[in-house]
């Protein structure tokens, strides 16, 4: 019989371990819609909404430098395993508190954040092991199968989940997650990793300075600082049209049809992710990324430009679909690029920018949609005669206006960052560290 090479036992591995996290994502999907539903209903306030969203972000944001440092120092496919534990227990604990009548708003508050804090650990540990497991060739495909699971529990959970809490109610979702997390948990415990070989620069023997060590690699090389902030500029302004959509579509339709928007959003994510799981992505990652996320803010003007719901279908659809271009160009360039003994704190700073600068937009998008925008495209507004002989006057054009703005400045931080040399050209400056 003939043994197995390491890359086909490394790619048999990651099916194994990404398969387990399907299924394990679109569980913490469905508990995920079930709680915000019932927090609104119990409450009725959208502000105890946002402040369960800030209760899992925030955590996560502050300890992930040293996060990042703990997934180099340790086994990666225990600290995923233990990160499943511990969030399964913080989830199987809401649901017997909710089944014995004793649930209350501090519990989810402080569940919310136990959870943030273990996907703190194990989102960068999974992602510093792809490289580990795949080939270099593959990575591309590897990158956007993972994509394919946030798109596909996006179009299954919310449905799957409303269907469980109209029958059973809210313990039998929290339940279901539960049993999802064991199964990412065994699919963890039937394989193993392979350790991450030593890098000159990648330990000092001292968590702060480890974690420090991670900055100080993407500080030192200008392509890759570049990089970052340009995804961090692009989360900032995508993070207006994700908070906006509702009252966008809601200003000239109904509530049903911002959902429909929302699950024709969701099949586009899907079909993006299974292109690039098939095609790999550009060749050329950093022309790649770009050209993406040019279109994805071109996507974002597109639904501004009109109060029609067809426009606004299309455009979404077509964003979603793009996102996993540039998401799996970018990733993959961070996995060449970057040491695998340090990926782990590299992503986690990568993550830590990106989970700590959208809840700014998040926060100022209200008032500024109500305060500014809205007056400055109302009937009589100041920009009525001007942006509004193109794209309408009237409730709900002002945050039309917005995305216009938003996704203006998206396509400009596309071209900033192709046409700064280091940015430009980090894939031929800048060493791969993956072989193959």
């Not at 415990?189 to 991450?196: D, E, K, S």
Request: aromatic share 8%; with cysteine.
């Amino acid at each position: 019989m003939t043994e197995p090479t390491p890359a086909t036992s490394g790619l048999r591995t990651f099916f194994t371990v990404w398969a387990g996290q399907l299924v394990s994502v679109t569980g913490s999907t469905m508990s995920a819609f079930a709680v915000q539903f019932w927090i609104y209903a119990e409450t009725g306030s959208v502000t105890n909404l946002a402040m369960v969203s800030l209760a899992f972000s925030l955590p996560g944001v502050l300890v992930s430098p040293f996060a990042g440092a703990l997934v180099d120092r340790w086994d990666r496919r225990r600290v995923m395993f233990t990160a499943d534990s511990v969030a399964a227990a913080a989830t199987l604990a809401l649901a017997v508190l909710y089944a014995s009548d004793g649930l209350e708003l501090w519990h989810v508050f402080l569940v919310v954040a136990v959870i943030g804090l273990s996907n703190a650990f194990q989102e960068p540990a999974w992602l510093a092991s792809i490289s580990l497991l795949v080939p270099k060739a593959h990575l591309g495909r590897a990158n956007g199968l993972v994509q394919l699971n946030q798109g596909v529990s996006l179009v299954l959970a919310p449905a799957l989940a409303g269907a469980v809490l109209v029958t059973t109610g809210l313990q039998a979702v929290l339940f279901i997650d539960v049993a999802t997390f064991l199964v990412a948990m065994t699919a963890l415990a039937i394989v193993r990793f392979p350790r991450p070989e030593g890098h000159e620069t990648a330990s000092t023997g001292n968590l702060r300075a480890d974690a420090a060590l991670g900055w100080r690699f993407v500080r030192e090389r200008p392509g890759l600082f570049g990089l970052l902030w340009i995804y961090a500029g692009v989360n900032f302004s995508l993070a207006f049209a994700n908070v906006l959509l509702i009252p966008l579509v809601v200003a000239f339709a109904s509530e049903g049809a911002a959902g429909g928007v929302f699950s024709a959003a969701g099949v586009g994510l899907i079909v993006g992710s299974v292109a690039v799981s098939a095609w790999g992505g550009p060749k050329r990652r950093v022309r790649g990324t770009m050209m993406a996320i040019a279109g994805g803010g071109a996507f974002v003007m597109l639904c501004g430009l009109r109060p029609s719901l067809l426009l606004v279908a299309i455009a979404s659809v077509g964003l979603m679909t793009i996102v996993p271009v540039a998401n799996t160009s970018s990733q993959v360039l961070w996995q060449l690029k970057v040491p695998p003994a340090m990926q782990g704190r590299v992503f986690s700073i990568r993550r830590m920018i990106a989970q700590g600068i959208s809840p700014i937009a998040i926060l100022l998008s209200g008032p500024l949609a109500d305060n500014v925008f809205e007056p400055l495209l109302a009937e009589d507004g100041a920009l009525a005669n001007s942006v509004g002989a193109v794209i309408g006057t009237g409730v709900g054009r002002g945050v039309a206006f917005m995305f216009v703005v938003t996704g203006f400045l998206t396509v400009l931080l596309a071209i900033t960052g192709y046409l700064a040399p280091r940015i430009r050209n980090l894939e031929t400056e800048l060493p791969d560290y993956v072989a193959g």
